[in-house]
């Protein structure tokens, strides 16, 4: 734990809160919302978030630990297994679980096993609507009141995570329910998240964005080699790491077109986030069992499961 050496250390409050939520919820919405700053990336495809990221948002005189999961789904090959362990290992020892539920979406089949399983957890439990800007009113009580039944938590909230509607209620709420302790990290931090790792994501994110019908779940992104140089910029080599050779054909485009839109779009927005120059080399290398590789795991904060 690290000293962070504020004056009234004995009034702090720090915990920690899973999130926990189907693909596509906006558990990262929301956490970004949160904490204040972008700190996972978003797509409107479901299961981006594949490793457990930690946000961390300040409320006056507390840290809110959030941890944001993969979404939880039933999985079936290996990668999605260790996605959704990564999900649930999260909530262990956490002082509150948060169930992201997309209200627009509704009380679907599939949500069901997540809000029994929910429902069964010992720690205290939050459920957050989200989306309650495209959700009708009716329909969002009529969901409130059956997942309030069905779970029984300590409160429910209605948020719009990308119109920050409700946010702040819920972020005071939130630390309210924080136990006392001392912060587990400095004031300035705001995630948990390296830079390098950072980097992969959002370039992960780039192709997600502009290759997702014809790329689905392919694609890997590996920070190789983070250089920051003298002269305060930041040069980043990364593999991208497909399937099937058909595959990078689709990557890099003709005359190498999409790659460099990718690394465009990705240059700027990392730019952006590090606050300097950045350089952005990019490889594409096809890797057919990437999925079944260890030390990929272990690069994008997933553990290997059996
Ligand atoms: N209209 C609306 N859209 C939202 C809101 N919150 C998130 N979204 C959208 O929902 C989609 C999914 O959001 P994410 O934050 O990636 O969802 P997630 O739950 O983290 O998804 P996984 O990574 O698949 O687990 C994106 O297109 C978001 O822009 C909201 O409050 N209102």
Redesign the pocket.
Known sequence: MKDTNTPSENTQHCGLVAIV?A???????LVNALVGQKIAI???K????RARLMGIALQDQTQILLVDT??IFTPKKRFDRAMVAAAWGSAEGANLVALVVDASSGLTRRIEPLVEAVAARKEPKVIIL??V??TPKAELLALAQKLYEAIKPEALFMV???TGDGVADLKRSLADMMPESPWHFPEDQVSDVTDRMLAAEITREQIFLQLHDELPYAAAVETEKYEERKDGSVAIHQQILIARDSQKAIVVGHHGARLKEIGSKARAELSQILGCKVHLFLHVKVSPRWDEDRDIYNEIGLEWVR
């Open positions: 939520g693909p596509n919820a906006g558990k990262s919405t978003i797509s409107p479901a299961q981006t978030t993969p979404g989200n989306k800007d495209i719009s995570a990308t």
